[in-house]
């Protein structure tokens, strides 16, 4: 028996109807159409889903990407407001400190009129003082020396220095107002006359005004007479409650005036004088300060104060 044959593809190959082995073929064929057909559905099932996955991958990069490039840009942008704000800053910072480092030579240059002004002021007060007393003058420029010898022995700073010794010159300024026959008394003052001559200490504060120049030395003239104990005037104050000013001064001035010849005494000698200051050490005087007079006085600097005005008196 001849079969006919249908071409039904390049590979499959189908048997006319009507025959029993043909239509098994057929069937047979058939079923491995459908799983050749189910296979390449499945394939491409997953080659759909595999290509989907991989797109969604490529989207969820690419909206990364997009994510960080817009990231990128802000900050690029805030990094360009920053910059802007920076050099803005730095151009202000640059015209504040030429403002301040103008203002501080303005203040440089009026704290220097001022103290020029300010030495004129103590040069006419001495004048004034040493017309009244002959013997001021050469008592002022030892109390200075002395105020300045112990400043440095003390490690105060250099200017600090300066301003105790020119400031120091002015701790009797209030004499100028105390009456003549008091101060060139030849006997010793009654508590009457007393009374009288300690108001130069209040005196003396209240004419040196309330510039800042003279703010040493209105505590210098008001404190001089105050004793580390406190039982000195005007106001009993003691210790550390006293200006380091007044505490320097009132060593030198006690210790001047002892070894100086008074219209009331005759000179100590310096060995007499030294020892009356430190007999007062811890009562009357700062004993810090007359501790370092001591050394000043052994190590012949005193002595050398001495002739060095006495030179500059004769000149």
């Known amino acids: 028996m001849s079969i006919e044959v249908i071409e039904v ?3 499959i190959v189908v048997p006319q109807a009507g025959s029993t082995v043909a239509g098994e073929v057929f069937r047979q064929l058939l079923q491995q159409a459908i799983r050749v057909a189910d296979q390449a559905n499945s394939q491409s099932v997953r080659m759909a889903t595999d290509f989907a996955e991989v797109y969604r991958r490529e989207q969820s990069v690419r909206l990364e990407y997009e994510t960080k490039l817009r990231e990128m840009r802000l900050l690029e942008r805030q990094s360009t407001r920053y910059a802007e ?10 015209e504040r400190r030429e403002e301040l480092e103008t203002a501080l030579e303005s203040e440089r240059i009026a704290n220097e009129e001022l103290r020029r002004t300010g030495l004129q ?23 200075r020396k002395y105020v300045e010898a112990i400043g440095t022995r003390l490690g105060l700073p250099s200017q600090v ?10 701790h009797d300024v209030g004499k100028i ?5 008091i101060l060139q008394s030849e006997h010793h003052l009654s508590t009457e006359e007393f009374e009288v001559i300690k108001q130069h200490c209040i005196d003396g504060e209240v004419m040196l005004g309330d510039a800042r120049f003279f703010e040493t030395a209105r505590a210098i003239a008001r404190e001089h007479h ?7 005037y005007p106001d009993g104050k003691k210790g550390d409650g006293i200006s380091l000013a007044a505490r320097i001064v009132s060593v030198a001035d006690v210790f001047d005036a ?20 430190i007999a007062g050490s811890g009562a009357q005087f700062d004993p810090e300060v007359v501790a370092v ?21 004769l000149d």
């Open 121 to 143: 002021g103590i040069s006419h007060l001495l004048l004034a003082a040493t017309i009244k007393d002959q013997t001021t003058g050469a008592h002022l420029l030892r109390v």
């Open 9 to 11: 593809s390049p590979h």
């Open 177 to 181: 107002h105390t009456p003549d026959h």
């Open 161 to 170: 220095v300066e301003e105790f010794g020119y400031s120091s010159v002015m």
């Open 293 to 313: 007079f001591q050394s000043l006085q052994a190590d012949g600097s005193i002595e050398r104060v001495r002739q060095e005005v006495a030179t500059a008196q």
């Open 226 to 232: 105050e004793r580390w104990d406190g039982r000195g």
């Open 85 to 94: 704000d920076l050099a803005d800053m730095l151009r202000k910072e640059r």
């Open 258 to 277: 002892l070894t100086s010849k008074r219209p009331y005494k005759t000179a100590w000698s310096i060995e007499e004088g030294m020892a009356a200051v």
